[in-house]
Structures are given as C-alpha cells and as structure tokens.
C-alpha cells in the first residue's frame, strides 16, 4: 500500500502563487507516475499534470504556462508550483500516483482563487 498525503491549499487572490506538495510513504516503487488531479464543485475530476519517474511532464492547456509540476526522489515527494492563478483554478487538487499497475489517491486539498 501507498500513502499520498497533500498539504499547501488555501485562499489566494487571482494572480497570486501556491504551491502544492503530496508525500508518498508505504510501499515506494522506483519506477512511478504521480500526478495532480482537480474537481470543481459540479464539474467531474480533470488532470492538471503528470510528471514520470524519468522526469518527463504533461499538462492540461488551461494551466499550462501557468503551473509546473516538479519531484523529489528522494523525498518521495511531488509538488505543484500554481502561479498566476484564476478564480477558475479554484478546487479540490488530489494527488494520483500509478505504480506496479495499481493507483492510490490522496485525500485532497482546497484551493480557493479569490477575484
């Protein structure tokens, strides 16, 4: 079993920064996908990036420009850094890692972009 814990939501005015951390623990794979998810009130989950163990990146057109999602191998750590942020961004952001053919979620973290 793997444990994904986010933390660095909050309340942020459009055109401000966060940035997002999700620590895996448990049963680490090296050879891994993590990625970051997001549901609006209503609306179904989208990905908003992804991010391989080799470092290779991917985003979602409406953020890309705007955030960069990095890791820390050692940590186990994944981040996303939100800058220029918009009062649409605003969600539930879940951390989403695959390995070994098995997903795990994190329980999510609020993100609230005041206009």
């Known amino acids: 079993q793997v444990q994904l814990v986010e933390s660095g939501g909050g309340l942020v005015q459009a055109g401000g920064s966060l940035r997002l951390s999700c620590a895996a623990s448990?049963?680490?794979?090296?050879?891994?996908?993590m990625a970051w998810y997001r549901q609006a009130p209503g609306k179904q989950r989208e990905l908003v990036a992804t991010?391989?163990?080799?470092?290779?990146?991917n985003y979602a057109d409406s953020v890309k420009g705007r955030f960069t999602i990095s890791r820390d191998h050692p940590k186990n750590t994944a981040y996303l850094q939100m800058n220029n942020l918009k009062p649409d961004d605003t969600a539930v952001y879940y951390c989403?890692?695959?390995?070994?053919?098995?997903?795990?979620w994190g329980q999510g973290t609020q993100v609230t972009v005041s206009s």
């Open positions: 989403y890692r695959t390995q070994r053919g098995r997903n795990y």
């Open positions: 448990g049963s680490i794979f090296s050879i891994n996908t």
């Open positions: 991010i391989t163990s080799g470092g290779s990146t």
